[in-house]
């Protein structure tokens, strides 16, 4: 049991400081395995889903520590190209293993990632861009099995849907692949920028990652570099809905608004006050927030699937309806249920989300479902009258390091429990 217990209705004020980017680090320490010497990652997060990529890089043979915000990596001796579906089951962004492996081996082999609980994850995409590049793919019980034994070679890949995991496989197959790869319709996420960046300082030739096409000369070989990972902005777009449901004003550092500012023109529409800084965010919200014009999920930089839950904890205590449609994920809605048992007042049909905002909401005892609906729970505790229990806190360990210190620290009454104690104490 990994609960946390939250004491809702407390103003919040101070600053608060964003860690380094889940999305960033999952795909640079990807990376490290097509260079090979020692590559240093700094402002990398202490995470579960991090410890679940440092777990695959050893088992395929890449020597890791990890120290404070520290991790280096050794992928001098790559050993394996198959990775056990233990392994690739506790992430899913484990299949970008793929491409890197593909790059460095000229082989690999893993289980598609599974239906999860946000939607199923499928890897067509990715497949159908490795084939254009040479590769071989088979499919066999459960497994998949791409092998390029001469190598890949560089092609012209359309993508039907701007893919991140897919953009990312594609950039790690192609930054040692004979000849060029253009991507098209190419993911254009900050973190694709980053992935892009590390793999320049590694010796790949890259250009135009940011836009729709992203072009890569292959090169023979990749040395290793040192790196610093790029602030995560849902955490930052996080930090700020948590000022947002509880009336107050807050500083949150290491916070860049560019990457966020579909989701900064979301929280003004609600009537919070932003003054930006270069690499800080200061908010300031109304005492009741005010419902937002329909909320629609969309590739960056449209508003982003991450923070649609986070959202929907704004919109169940605005003042007057908010429509949400998710367009990326299927079944994104989960934590809507859970926000219901509090107070919240919303509807579900399909891919849409009808929220009328209530004045109040009340402290239950309720579960986290994934991530994000999870980061939604703790933000509907921190607006509910009375104490909240989230059950299965480990979810929001995937993405959110030692959240309950972080907003303790800005007057959150907040603290997590391993064993589980009556929703009373809370606080
Ligand atoms: C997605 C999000 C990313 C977010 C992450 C974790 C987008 C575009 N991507 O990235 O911002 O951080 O989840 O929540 O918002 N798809 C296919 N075939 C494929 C690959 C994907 O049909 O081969 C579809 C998926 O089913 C989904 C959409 O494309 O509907 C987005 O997938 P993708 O960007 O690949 O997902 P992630 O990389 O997990």
Known sequence: MNSLYIQGRNRLEGTIAVHGAKNSALPVLVASVITDGECVFHNCPDLSDVRA????????????????GTVVVDSSAV?????????????????????????????????APGGCEIGVRPVDIHLLAFEKMGAC??????????????????????????????TENIMLAAATAKGTTYIKNAAREPEIVDLANFLKLCGASVFGAGESTIVINGKDKLHGAEFTIMEDRIVAASYLAA?????????????????ISSVISVFEQAGCVFQCEKNAIRIKAPYRLNSMKTVRTMPYPGFPTDCQAI????????????????????????????????????????????????????????????????MALVLAALSAEGDTKI?????????????????????????????GKPQSEAG
């Open 53 to 68: 990529t440092l777990n695959i890089l050893s088992w395929l043979g890449c020597s890791n520590q990890k120290e404070n």
């Open 79 to 111: 050993m394996k190209n198959e990775i056990p579906d233990l392994l690739m089951r506790e992430l899913r962004s484990s299949f970008i293993f793929m491409g890197a492996l593909l790059s460095r081996t000229g082989r690999a082999v893993m289980c």
């Open 311 to 374: 959202v929907m904890a704004m919109a169940i205590v605005a003042e007057g309806t908010t429509i949400i449609n998710e367009n990326i994920f299927e079944s994104r809605f989960r934590h809507a249920g859970e926000l219901n048992r509090m107070g919240a007042d919303i509807t579900v049909t399909g891919t849409s989300a009808i929220v009328n905002g209530k004045s109040r909401l009340f402290g239950a005892n309720v579960s986290a479902t994934d991530l994000r609906g999870g």
């Open 391 to 419: 059950n299965s806190a480990q979810y929001i360990d995937r993405g959110y390091e030692k959240i309950e210190r972080d907003l303790a620290l800005i007057g959150a009454k907040i603290r997590r429990d391993k064993i």
């Open 137 to 166: 793919v088979i499919r066999e019980e459960g497994r998949i099995i791409c092998e390029a034994p001469k190598g890949l070679h560089g092609a012209e890949i359309n993508l039907s849907f701007p893919s991140v995991g897919a």
């Open 243 to 259: 000022a947002a449901v509880t009336g107050s004003a807050i500083l949150v550092k290491n916070a860049v608004s560019e990457h």
